[in-house]
């Protein structure tokens, strides 16, 4: 996880914090050779995140982690976000 965590920080995260957004891992399972990212800030819901998904982040990770058989990453806001949101909307 750490290899992880230190090439998202050196190779991708740069890129995406240009345009005021970030990653995060969502989940790594080693065993089953899973990772699960999320993409935060503006690139979130930027209509370019496919683009970025597709063509920057996972070919990048692949190519640094061939082990990795099973590669997510996700757009939107997090299930946590949502959660939190309504939670503040029922408060009112």
């Keep these: ?17 240009k345009h005021n957004g970030d990653i995060s891992v969502e989940e790594y ?3 089953n050779r899973k990772l699960v990212l999320r993409l935060m800030g503006q690139c979130c819901t930027c209509p370019h995140s496919i683009d970025t998904s597709e063509n920057f982040i996972k070919i990048s990770v692949r190519e640094k982690f061939p082990e990795i058989e099973v590669l997510h990453v996700n757009a939107g806001a997090s299930k946590e976000f949502i959660e939190i949101a309504k939670s503040y909307l029922r408060g009112r």
Excluded: A, G, N, T
């Excluded at 996880?1 to 914090?17: A, C, G, N, T």
């Design 1 to 17: 996880m750490d290899k992880i965590e230190k090439f998202l920080d050196e190779e991708i995260r740069p890129e995406l914090r």
């Design 29 to 31: 399972d080693e065993k």
